[in-house]
């Protein structure tokens, strides 16, 4: 059974950074892409960036391009994102997903307070 | 990368069809059949409806069906029930090696 598991839930002062971790189980991990999206309170869902699993290419959303970096750990099947630079705006709760958008984390909640 | 254009809400009374259009250009939804559709309820992670358009996962009712017309996808649910009643986003690959989601529409079965 395939199953996303997040890292659990973090409170940042402005200007900090956090890193979110997605370890993944049930299928080799190098297999598929792993997506990274997130909602703010009340919004839309919004696409920040992917990495290829095998050979960690990544590719960001422009409006987030420098601010975040996603990274992989092959021996642990671990997926991450890290976000820097943090501002009340990016206050939402962060998705991983996998490539084909069958199976999700259950979310890792993120507040951004002063 | 602008948001795909969804309307913000959309009705009906059960058993009733519905259909959500999802609009983009021709560097995202018109240029690849690499569009999807996800449900998502309160406070829950989203779910896979369709995905390349008009592919359903073995798990998702055939009430659910995908369609592309240019530049705009469509998402169809037949004989609407109660538990349709959640939000829908469109996602497509674009021209950028990137994705887009739409901005979302609210399903609400009277």
């Known amino acids: 059974q395939v199953h996303l598991v997040q890292s659990g839930a973090e409170v940042k002062k402005p200007g900090a950074s956090v890193k979110v971790s997605c370890k993944v189980s049930?299928?080799?991990?190098?297999?598929?892409?792993i997506h990274w999206v997130r909602q703010a309170p009340g919004q839309r869902l919004e696409w920040m960036g992917w990495?290829?699993?095998?050979?960690?290419?990544?590719k960001y959303s422009q409006k987030l391009q420098g601010r975040v970096t996603i990274t992989r750990d092959t021996s642990a099947s671990t997926g991450y994102m890290e976000l820097s630079s943090l501002t009340s705006e990016d206050t939402a709760v962060y998705y991983c997903?996998?490539?084909?958008?069958?199976?999700w984390g259950q979310g890792t909640l993120l507040s951004v307070s002063s | 990368q602008s948001a795909l254009t969804q309307p913000a809400s959309v009705s009906g009374s059960p058993g009733q069809s519905i259909t959500i259009s999802c609009t983009g250009t021709?560097?995202?939804?018109?240029?690849?059949?690499?569009v999807s559709w996800y449900q998502q309820h309160p406070g829950k992670a989203p779910k896979l409806m369709i995905y390349?358009?008009?592919n359903r996962p073995s798990e998702v009712s055939n009430r659910f069906s995908g369609s592309k017309s240019a530049n705009t996808a469509s998402l169809t649910i037949s004989g609407l029930q109660a538990e349709d009643e959640a939000d829908y986003y469109c996602?497509?690959?674009?021209?950028?090696?990137?994705?887009?989601f739409g901005t979302g529409t609210k399903v609400t079965v009277l």
């Open positions: 996602s497509s690959y674009t021209s950028t090696s990137t994705y887009v």
């Open positions: 990495i290829n699993a095998g050979n960690g290419n990544t």
């Open positions: 997903a996998r490539e084909d958008g069958l199976y």
């Open positions: 021709t560097s995202d939804v018109g240029g690849y059949n690499f």
């Open positions: 049930g299928y080799t991990f190098t297999t598929y892409a």
């Open positions: 390349d358009v008009d």
